[in-house]
């Protein structure tokens, strides 16, 4: 039996990342996480995933927790690049334990999951590059605007706030001038509900627990509906898990 090996990988312009590397796989899931958050343990999503022959990696957005660099939407969408182009590259890597780099597998097929928040990233990301035509949406926060009047209870950008300036201020480091609140707005801009065109050949799978009370499932639903109506023969998927929160 051929175990699974976690990385603590450094690479690009100091992104750094966790790497669970099973050999033989062919196959690589990129994690995009939400936010705000603390970096997490994805162990038992890897062992998972590995039995479907995937490896992952779990990525720090620059200028958020163990990466270097500033914090901002295009810097999150600039993560993900790099982490594209040094894996299908197999470019060479730093294994922050080990005294030799990391020699990389070369991967037939990646695929994006995005959770919450960081959807917009996950799903924006197919319109420059290519190479990814699957992405998994995790109970995306797919609009800020209308929380609450849907007669389902959600969170409110207040509560978003609190946490996120209050909570965990010191795991996102932004440029002195710009103001916290506008750089979170800076994503707006890249809200795949408005225009979903480059979605239109790519595989999408979005998944909600019913029992949310952060963000509300039936804005999921509504969206692969949507993606369903411009692209009726489209690979278009919506699960909604009962009793699961956010």
């Given amino acids: 039996v051929v175990s699974m090996k976690s990385h603590l990988i450094n690479y690009a312009k100091g992104l750094v990342a966790q790497y669970y590397q099973t050999e033989g796989n062919k196959k690589l899931v990129i994690y995009l996480t939400g936010a705000p958050t603390l970096p997490s343990d994805k162990t038992k999503d890897a062992e998972l995933l590995t039995k479907q022959w995937f490896d992952l990696v779990v990525p720090d957005y620059y200028g958020y927790a163990r990466s270097a660099g500033v914090f901002s939407t295009k810097n999150c969408i600039q993560t993900v690049y790099d982490t594209i182009q040094i894996f299908d590259q197999q470019m060479s890597i730093i294994s922050v334990y080990s005294d030799n780099d990391l020699i990389l597998p070369k991967y037939d097929e990646i695929i994006l999951i995005g959770s919450s928040y960081w959807w917009r990233i996950t799903a924006i990301v ?10 998994v949406l995790l109970y995306p926060a797919l609009d800020r605007l209308d929380r609450n009047e849907h007669g389902h209870k959600e969170s409110t950008d207040e509560d978003f706030l609190r946490e996120y300036l209050l909570w965990y201020k010191n795991l996102y480091r932004f440029v002195e001038w710009i103001d916290p609140y506008d750089a979170m707005l800076e994503i707006e801009e890249f809200d795949s509900t408005k225009n979903s065109s480059h979605l239109r050949d790519v595989k999408v799978f979005v998944w909600h627990g019913s029992a949310d009370d952060v ?8 969206f692969v509906d949507q993606l369903k109506d411009m692209n009726p023969d489209g690979h278009y998927h919506y699960a909604e898990y009962y009793g699961l929160w956010h």
């Fill in 126 to 135: 197919p319109k420059y590059e290519k190479i990814i035509k699957e992405i």
């Fill in 215 to 222: 963000i509300w499932c039936g804005r999921s639903k509504k």
